[in-house]
């Protein structure tokens, strides 16, 4: 199974900041690599497609970049509201999801 | 609009099995996938298995023993069976729609494996 690997798993971050997510494959899954919001007692949210495409609602301060085995979720401008946990999944072989990075206020 | 919605009891004997339906709308169960996936409690999200939309299914080899997943497009229903519960199946079971990601989630049913 391919496994992913978030990191951090806990990022402090302060309002406005710009930041970045890593998830990292144990595998090529080329670009079917997708990013998701939880807040807590919320079902996921899809915030990005195919590791850089955006969705439909999803705030344009939001973008996703890489391809292969690395990827990277950005946020720029992070807003009390982002505070959640994010997770990448991979669609390449079978479904897996990373175990996720949670955002906190600094 | 689409929807999915998770229904099923929220407690079950250790040993016993669990069986959860996902009713859907907005769309058909004959051009999307229905996937299964769970989470426990403040863990991270696992998949379990999946409804083509042509009927056949996949399965995360850590659940292929014991899980079955079928349907009824008559009913735009899609059922879970997994037998032999443990306490560690304790969590939230979501149904989602979609290929290789998931656009649409149901809210989740929370499932507690206790005696």
């Known amino acids: 199974d391919v496994v992913l690997t978030q990191s951090p798993a806990t990022l402090s971050v302060t309002p406005g900041e710009r930041i970045s997510l890593s998830c990292r494959a144990s595998?090529?899954?080329?670009?079917?690599l997708h990013w998701y919001q939880q807040k807590p007692n919320e079902s996921p949210r899809l915030l990005i497609k195919?590791?850089?495409q955006s969705i439909s609602g999803i705030p344009s301060r939001f973008s996703g970049s890489g391809s292969g085995t690395d990827f990277t979720l950005s946020i720029n401008g992070v807003e009390l509201e982002d505070l959640s946990i994010y997770y990448c999944?991979?669609?390449?072989?079978?479904?897996?999801f990373g175990s996720g990075t949670k955002l906190e206020i600094k | 609009q689409v929807q999915l919605k998770e229904s099923g009891p929220g407690l079950v004997q250790p040993s016993q099995t669990l069986s959860l339906t996902c009713t859907v709308s907005?769309?058909?169960?004959?051009?999307?996938?229905v996937h299964w996936v769970r989470q426990h409690s403040g863990k991270s999200l696992e998949w379990m298995g999946r409804?083509?939309?042509?009927?056949?299914?996949s399965y995360n080899s850590a659940f292929t023993s014991r899980l079955s997943i079928s349907r009824d497009t008559s009913k735009s229903q899609v059922f879970l069976k997994m037998n032999s519960l443990q306490t560690e199946d304790t969590g939230t079971y979501y149904c989602?729609?979609?290929?290789?990601?998931?656009?649409?989630w149901g809210q989740g049913v929370m499932v507690t494996v206790s005696s």
């Open positions: 999944q991979q669609g390449n072989s079978l479904l897996t």
């Open positions: 595998e090529s899954v080329d670009t079917y």
């Open positions: 409804m083509w939309s042509d009927g056949d299914t």
């Open positions: 907005g769309f058909s169960l004959t051009s999307y996938s």
């Open positions: 989602a729609r979609g290929l290789t990601y998931f656009d649409y």
């Open positions: 195919y590791a850089s």
